[in-house]
Nanobody, 124 residues
C-alpha cells in the first residue's frame, strides 16, 4: 500500500487549497479513504472520510461547509478541497486507508496505512 499526498503549502486566510492523495497497491475503488490532520501541539483528528460507495463523512465541525472530500476511482486518487481556510486549519494533513468506519465516527484516529503527510500553513 502506498499513499502519496500533495497539494499542501502556504495560503492566506480565506484562500483555498486542494490536497491530493495518489493511492496504489490495493483495489482503490472498493476501499474507504480518509484525511486526518495533526494541528501543532495537538493530536491527530479525523477531517473527513469517503467510503467505497461514495458517501462522505466530516469529522470536525469546524470544516463542515468549507472542506469537500471526493475521489476519482479512475485515477486512484482522493481529494480534499479546502476553502475559506483559517489559521486554525494549519496542520499536517495525512491520507489514510484501512480504518474502521466506527473509528471515524467516534473520533478514534487509527488506520492501517498512512501517507507521509503534507503541510498546510494558513497565515497572512
Amino acid at each position: 500500500v502506498q499513499l502519496v499526498e500533495s497539494g499542501g503549502g502556504l495560503v492566506q486566510p480565506g484562500g483555498s487549497l486542494r490536497l491530493s492523495c495518489a493511492a496504489s497497491g490495493f483495489i482503490f475503488s472498493t476501499t474507504d479513504m480518509g484525511w486526518a490532520r495533526r494541528v501543532p501541539g495537538k493530536g491527530l483528528e479525523w477531517v473527513s472520510a469517503i467510503y467505497s460507495d461514495g458517501s462522505t463523512y466530516y469529522g470536525a465541525d469546524s470544516v463542515k461547509g468549507r472542506f469537500t472530500i471526493s475521489r476519482d476511482n479512475a485515477k486512484n486518487t482522493v481529494y480534499l478541497q479546502m476553502n475559506s481556510l483559517k489559521p486554525e486549519d494549519t496542520a499536517v494533513y495525512y491520507c489514510a486507508t484501512d480504518f474502521r468506519r466506527g473509528h471515524v465516527l467516534n473520533g478514534t484516529v487509527r488506520a492501517g496505512s498512512w501517507g507521509q503527510g503534507t503541510q498546510v500553513i494558513v497565515s497572512s
